[in-house]
Each structure stands twice: as C-alpha cells, then as structure tokens.
C-alpha cells in the first residue's frame, strides 16, 4: 500500500447550461482515476463544482427573468444531481459563489500584486462572452468574429488590471521543456509551446462593466472591479483545498492530474502554472486534455441543439455500460462522434460476448458438475501458460493509466478473458469430465473465476456496480488487498461455491432511445478518424503533419446572395463533390459580386468545424489571397470536377 497522496480534478462547468454527455464525459474519466487511486491505496482527493461567475453567466440569469444568485444556484444543483445519481465519487463539489473561494481568491489577487506580477491600465479589445476570453484584432475573424465559437465579439474598453503574464514566458518553456508529461497527450503539449513562444501579452484580469463576480480585496480600495472569470475560477483548484483561508487540504496540492477538454487547455497550461509560478505554488503534475463528443462532426453544445442528455443515455443503457463506452470507444486526446450504434455493439459484444458469456459458463460449468464449488489449488498444474499471459496483460495496466491511455488500458484488460474463453474452447471442460479428469476440469473452473476476479477487480474503477456484482457471484471484496494480491499480483481465490446471478448485459437489438436521430452507418471510430481535426487554439505556427490534415477541395459555386445587413458577407451554396452544396459564409463582398462569384471555382477549406457567423452555419473556408490592393480568390487554373482534391 502506498500513502501518497493523489489530487485529482475536473473543470468546474459553466452555469448557464445544463450537463451534456461532454460534460459527463470529463467527469466520468476523473471518477475513474480517483477511483484506481484510492483502490492502489492512495489517499485520494477528487474535486469538481460549478463556475458560476461572469458576463455569461449573469446575462443567462437575465434572460430567464431570475437573480443570477438564484439561477446560478438552480443550475449548480442540477450538475450536483447528476453526479449524485451517477455516483461520481466526488469529495468536494465547489461552487465559486462559496464564501471560502472567494476569500481564497482575493488571497491570490493580493499575494499575486504584492509580488509586482499585477499592475492597472486600460484595456481596449475584442471580448467574446461566450467564451469569456479576450482576443486580440488579428485573430478575429471578419474582424469582427470570435475565433473559437464564431459568435459576434464585443469591443471592449475599461481600466483594468493587467497580470504580467509576458514575463512568464521562458519560465512556462522551461517547465514544458523538463517535465514531457506535463500536459497529456503530448501532441497536445506541443501546440501549446508554439503558443508560448510566439508570444504572450499580459492578460486583462478584471472588469468593470458588471458586477457578477468576486470583488478585489478591500486593500486595493477599487470596488468598482471584479475578477476576471477565469482567474477566479482557475483558482478553485486550490481554494478548494483551503488556499488563503484554512489551508486545511493543501498538502493535496500539486494536483497529480488535472482533467480538462482540449477548448480550455491554453487557460490550464499557461495562464494556470503562470499564476502558480506568481503565488509560489509547486505546479500540477498533469494537465490532460480530452477530445470532444460531437454530433455529425460538430462539438455538441446546447446552442447548437446537438446536445445528448447523459442522464437519459445511463438510464436506458446502464451507467457502467455507458462509463464502459465512453472511455472504450475513443482514443483519450481524440474526438468521437456519438452514436447508438457504437453504444450498442460495445454492449453487446465487449461487455456481453466477452466478459457476461464468460461468468455465465464458469456459473454453469460449476453448477454442472462440482455443485457451484470452485476450487483454484490445481490451476498452476495445468494452466500456468495461461495464468502467465494473463499477468503479462496485468502488468501492462498501470502504466497505460498513468498516461492517460484510458482506452488501451481497457483493450489490455480484454485479453485475460480471451485467454479465458480460449482456454474453455481448447480444452473442454465436458470431455475434461467424460474422460474422469475431474481435477483438471475443476483447475479449469479455477483458473476462468481467478481470470474473472482479477479483470472485475481492474474494471472496478470504470464499471463499479457491474465489477462489485461479479466479485459477489465468486465471494470476494474488491479493496486494496484484493487490488493488491488479484490485481497486481499472482493470487487465485480461495475455495468458494459460486453465487449464480442474472445475465449483465442482456442483448440489446434496437436503439432504445428514439429522441436521438438514427445514425449512420460508419461506426464511430472510423467517423471520429475521418472528422479529427486537431484544433490549433489561435496558434498560427504548424508542422508539416498538421498541414496534411486539411481537406482543401475544388468547389464550384451553385448559388450566391447577398447576406442582408452585411457589408462584408456573402452567403455561397458550392459544390464540393457531396451530395449536398455546403453553405459558406465569405467576407468576400466588398471585393465580390454575387454575379462574380455565381458559377465560377474556388479552393475550399473542408475540413474546417463548421462555424456560425451571423447566426448562419458556414460550413467551409475559400482560399483568398489579401494585400493593400484588395483581396483575391484563389482558383484552379482550369475547370475541376467538384470536389477534386487540391494538395
Ligand atoms: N467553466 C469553464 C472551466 C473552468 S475550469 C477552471 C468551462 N466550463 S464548460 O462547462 O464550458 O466546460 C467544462 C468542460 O466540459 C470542459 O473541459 C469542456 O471541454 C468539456 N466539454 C464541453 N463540451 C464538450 C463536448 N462536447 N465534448 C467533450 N467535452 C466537452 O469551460
């Protein structure tokens, strides 16, 4: 057993939005690593919450007529029921109205002024509320744009206080360059030094314009300023463990890891450690960012109408069956289409044929022929080769955990029980019988038990109901003695007679919830292959390997329209080989007539998210070229069949 101690953290979710299977997403996996932590005997402390200040936030509120205290309170508590029923293993859930948070971050304010890092100017800038992020003009898009989510920015001019993030910089490349596991996956970590190295501004760290949000300390005498959204929120990693008010948890800190989606990885890997750095504070060990759940390639958000509802996924399928899948089905880092389709066959085949079928024959073996008693003394004798390639898996785990590849972890621990069910094929335990080889047969039922305590015990932090289930059928406890001795090490059970329990995984032939549109056919690995696309966060410097993969087509323009009220905007249907035009929304007009556009060629962006501006989905880019003499659009020098590709 080992006394470390491992801190493991979720964002805390925005509340202006109920929980979508994104968000569950993130808090299933940190579930499970604070699961296998306090299983490998760690002293574990896993925390998640609601972010509950904020323009964004404040604006929700107003919009449904109520406080934002009030609104801010009913949407906190739907995300805490959720994790409730889904019996998130959470020790502390923080909200960032908590009085001690607050305290905590006024704490940090100080401290971080009191060390030079914070002095106060005036801001004039692009704001996106909806990301609550300030962007600089050049990475707007339209000039007008937000660059993340598409929506309209607002400008911005305040006094502000400003934190020096410019002067972190060759810190924050020192860290990336000494700890390589720093932030998880490590492809992601690269995007973010490109970022660093091209350079950092100091970063707005207060607003004036509303008061949803926590005060400065009262030293700084300027009321009228509240913090910045996300340094307030970013601190909740610590305040939660007592920063500036009891410290009462703070030997959790540094985080062991740190669960984040890719969207929010610049805020985590360096605005975060920056602050760290300021307050003296030792960094976290990992920062890992996950990819997306999408609906036909697009983020799933509610704005978008896109959203699957967690709750309704668990409660028709199961929640370990759907925890199972989640991690199962999509490479951590990467991005997943959902779909029923994929949900269902995981059910059906990993979790029913595999490891259901396999505690069903070893039920049935027993029952048949020693009366459900199953006894492992003779296992060695006859099948060390087994037990032997089912440690060579075993001892493969751990690793792939800690690096966060939750689903090769999954894929190891898969082949025990096909050792398992290969050994019941080849051997046959009913001619092991008819030929009077009763200790042999009764090794057999050992060995597929012992193979099925130690995959439940190994399981137990993804699917805990299901893997409990199982070590009650075979009357063993899941804890860190049976990690230890079933799951790490060599043990077999103890003799016992077998429990018989209904089938897990009953087949499933249908969807079960029609709400969600049919899919297609493509499962969703081969869709999440075909629609990953590695976001560059606003980073302008890319490899030649990120450069192959964009999807740059020849379009033929079928229609085009003015877009109404847009001085810069075209609204263009082109034809890009599929079976329908994609709709693109180009700032093209003051150089571009409709008639100039209307059945001619252009080069298309087509893997690009599709993005709404004006509130129209634009689902492409065309290649233009602009100089002081105007713009020019880029085009095939001769006529292309549509969608041709270009590269
Ligand atoms: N409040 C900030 C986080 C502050 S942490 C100091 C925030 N909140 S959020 O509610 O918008 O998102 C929380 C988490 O949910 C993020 O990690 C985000 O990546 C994740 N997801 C939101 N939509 C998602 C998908 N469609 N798919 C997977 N995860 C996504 O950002």
Same mark, same amino acid.
């Given at each position: 057993m080992s006394c470390e101690k491992a801190y493991i953290t979720t964002p805390i979710y925005y509340v202006n939005d109920i929980a979508h299977i994104g968000h569950a997403y993130t808090t299933i996996i940190a579930d499970t690593l604070a699961r296998y932590s306090r299983l490998a005997g760690m002293e574990t402390f896993f925390l998640t919450g609601t972010d509950e200040h904020g323009q964004k936030i404040a604006e929700a509120a107003k919009r449904k007529g109520e406080t934002t205290q009030a609104y801010a309170n009913k949407i906190s508590a739907t995300f805490k029921d959720l994790w409730d029923d889904f019996d998130i293993s959470y020790d502390k859930f923080i909200r960032t109205t908590d009085e001690e948070h607050m305290q905590g971050v006024q704490k940090a304010f100080s401290t971080m002024h009191k060390n030079g890092d914070i002095y106060k100017d005036t801001y004039k800038g692009h704001y996106c509320i909806s990301c609550e992020t300030f962007f600089p003009s050049i990475q707007l898009v339209d000039d007008e744009f937000c660059p993340e989510c598409g929506k309209s920015t607002t400008i911005v001019e305040e006094e502000s206080y400003f934190f020096r993030l410019s002067s972190y910089e060759d810190k924050l490349l020192a860290w990336y360059a000494d700890t390589p596991d720093c932030i998880l996956p490590r492809s992601k970590k690269n995007e973010v030094i490109r970022f660093v190295e091209s350079g950092l501004q100091d970063l707005s760290i207060t607003r004036t314009s509303f008061d949803w949000g926590v005060k400065l300390p009262e030293d700084m005498n300027d009321p009228k300023h509240v913090m910045y959204v996300w340094l307030d929120a970013l601190m909740n990693y610590v305040t939660a463990l007592g920063y500036g008010t009891d410290d009462k948890n703070m030997d959790f800190w540094p985080a062991r890891v740190q669960l984040i989606g890719k969207d929010i990885l610049r805020f985590h890997a360096i605005y975060w450690p920056a602050f760290l750095m300021s307050l003296g504070l030792p960094l976290p060990k990992h920062i890992a960012a996950h990819g997306w759940w999408t609906r036909d390639g697009e983020k799933m958000s509610k704005s978008k109408g896109n959203v699957v509802n967690p709750k309704e996924v668990a409660d028709a399928y199961g929640l370990d069956n759907f925890r199972y899948f989640m991690l199962r089905e999509v490479p951590f880092g990467g991005d997943g289409d959902f779909s029923q389709k994929a949900l269902i066959d995981r059910i059906n085949s990993d979790l029913g044929n595999d490891l259901g079928n396999l505690l069903n024959r070893v039920i049935g073996m027993s029952g048949k022929y020693f009366e459900g008693k199953v006894d492992s003394s003779n296992v060695a004798k006859y099948y060390q080769t087994e037990l032997d390639e089912v440690h060579v898996s075993l001892d493969k785990l751990e690793p792939l #955990?800690?690096?966060?590849?939750?689903?090769?972890?999954?894929?190891?621990?898969?082949?025990? #029980?096909? $050792?398992?069910?290969?050994?019941?094929?080849?051997?046959?335990?009913?001619? #092991?019988?008819?030929?009077?080889?009763?200790?042999?047969?009764?090794?057999?039922?050992?060995?597929?038990?012992?193979?099925?305590?130690? @995959?439940?015990?190994?399981?137990?932090? @993804?699917?805990?109901?299901?893997?409990?289930?199982?070590?009650?059928? &075979?009357?063993?406890?899941?804890?860190?003695?049976?990690?230890?001795? &079933?799951?790490?090490?060599?043990?077999?059970?103890?003799?016992?007679?077998?429990?018989?329990?209904?089938?897990?995984?009953?087949?499933?032939?249908?969807?079960?919830?029609?709400?969600?549109?049919?899919?297609?056919?493509?499962?969703?690995?081969?869709?999440?292959?075909?629609?990953?696309?590695?976001?560059?966060?606003?980073?302008?410097?890319?490899?030649?390997?990120?450069?192959?993969?964009?999807?740059?087509?020849?379009?033929? $323009?079928?229609?085009?329209?003015? $877009?109404?009220?847009?001085?810069?905007?075209?609204?263009?249907?082109?034809?890009? =080989?599929?079976?329908?035009?994609?709709? @693109?929304?180009?700032?093209?007009?003051?150089?571009?007539?409709?008639?100039? /556009?209307?059945?001619?060629?252009?080069?298309?962006?087509?893997?690009?998210?599709?993005?709404? &501006?004006?509130? /129209?989905?634009?689902?492409?880019?065309?290649?233009?070229?602009?100089?002081?003499?105007?713009?020019?659009?880029?085009?095939?020098?001769?006529?292309?069949?549509? =969608?041709?590709?270009?590269?």
């Open positions: #955990l800690y690096e966060m590849q939750i689903h090769r972890y999954l894929e190891e621990l898969w082949r025990p #029980l096909t $050792v398992a069910n290969r050994a019941i094929d080849k051997y046959e335990p009913w001619n #092991l019988i008819k030929n009077g080889k009763e200790e042999e047969a009764m090794a057999l039922n050992g060995l597929i038990s012992a193979i099925l305590a130690k @995959v439940s015990v190994m399981l137990y932090p @993804v699917m805990p109901k299901v893997c409990t289930k199982i070590a009650d059928a &075979l009357h063993f406890t899941i804890d860190n003695v049976s990690f230890e001795k &079933l799951g790490k090490g060599t043990s077999l059970l103890e003799p016992f007679t077998l429990t018989k329990i209904d089938p897990l995984f009953p087949r499933i032939e249908e969807p079960l919830l029609t709400q969600i549109e049919p899919e297609d056919k493509k499962s969703v690995t081969q869709k999440a292959k075909e629609t990953k696309v590695e976001t560059t966060e606003g980073i302008a410097l890319i490899g030649i390997d990120q450069f192959f993969q964009t999807s740059l087509k020849v379009g033929t $323009v079928v229609k085009a329209e003015e $877009v109404e009220k847009s001085k810069k905007l075209l609204l263009l249907q082109v034809d890009v =080989g599929e079976s329908e035009p994609r709709q @693109v929304v180009a700032g093209i007009k003051e150089w571009y007539s409709v008639d100039d /556009m209307l059945n001619t060629q252009v080069c298309v962006v087509a893997n690009l998210k599709p993005a709404k &501006l004006m509130g /129209m989905l634009s689902q492409g880019m065309l290649l233009a070229a602009k100089d002081e003499n105007g713009l020019c659009m880029i085009r095939p020098e001769k006529t292309k069949l549509a =969608g041709t590709p270009i590269g």
